[in-house]
């Protein structure tokens, strides 16, 4: 840590947060899709949001509670499309039409900013366990899975061959999706995606 982001910190942040954290935590994490958090540095962050380190220090308690902070602000991202997902989506045994409508949505251009922030914080939660990404990984592999679980049959869900078919799943949109953020090559991955779940699920896409 620099020392622009120890001089002048403030005691712990507030327990309860303030609409004045609400709104630099909104702010902060705009500036993070952009920029990325792996080089977060809390003086150039509080000039482009209009704040001060201090500020920043005070609200968030320290960088390593601001890096929490939008951690948890792009997961309120994923789990609000997850939630829509299990509202609008087809379940009880259709996991491959879920996973299709999954990767339409991890496809999408306006969407790579969050999703290059999603794989920053899994790999950092890979390789610094300890620090602010910790369970970051394991929080989204959680999340996903539990979606796939909910689109097959209830009276397999549990079983080992379901809990197998998920996790292939799982695994071929994680890969496809490393891909595609590393080349932008939407034309080539995706009939390879919907080749993938037309061998395992038998179902039609398009080519």
Same mark, same amino acid.
């Given at each position: 840590m620099s020392s622009e982001e120890t001089?002048? #910190?403030?005691?712990?942040?507030?327990?309860?947060?303030?609409?004045?954290?609400?709104?630099?935590?909104?702010?902060?994490?705009q500036y993070a899709l952009?920029?990325?958090?792996?080089?977060?540095?809390?003086?150039?962050? #509080?000039?482009?949001?209009g704040s001060s380190?201090?500020?920043?220090?005070?609200?968030f308690g320290s960088k390593d509670g601001l890096v929490r902070a939008l951690l948890g602000r792009a997961r309120v991202d994923e789990l /609000? $499309?997850?939630?829509?997902?299990?509202?609008?989506?087809?379940?009880?045994?259709?996991? #491959?039409?879920v996973a299709a409508q999954l990767w339409d949505w991890l496809a #999408?251009?306006?969407?790579?900013? $969050?999703?290059?922030m999603w794989v920053e914080g899994y790999s950092r939660s890979l390789t610094d366990p300890g620090g602010p990404w910790?369970?970051?990984?394991?929080?989204?592999?959680?999340?996903w899975l539990d979606l796939l679980r909910a689109a097959q049959p209830p009276t397999v869900r549990d079983g080992a061959a379901a809990q197998a078919s998920r996790t292939l799943v799982l695994a071929v949109l994680r890969g496809a999706l490393l891909d595609l953020l590393?080349? /932008?090559?939407?034309?080539?991955?995706?009939?390879?995606?919907?080749?993938?779940?037309?061998?395992a699920h038998g179902k039609q896409f398009p080519q």
């Open positions: 001089a002048g #910190a403030a005691p712990s942040a507030p327990p309860v947060p303030s609409a004045r954290q609400a709104e630099l935590l909104e702010l902060a994490y952009e920029h990325g958090l792996a080089e977060l540095s809390l003086r150039p962050l #509080a000039k482009a949001i380190p201090r500020v920043l220090l005070y609200l /609000g $499309l997850l939630a829509a997902m299990r509202q609008t989506g087809p379940t009880g045994g259709d996991l #491959a039409t #999408a251009e306006d969407h790579r900013a $969050l999703l290059t910790a369970g970051f990984a394991q929080a989204t592999v959680r999340d590393a080349t /932008g090559d939407t034309d080539r991955i995706t009939p390879a995606v919907h080749q993938q779940l037309r061998a």
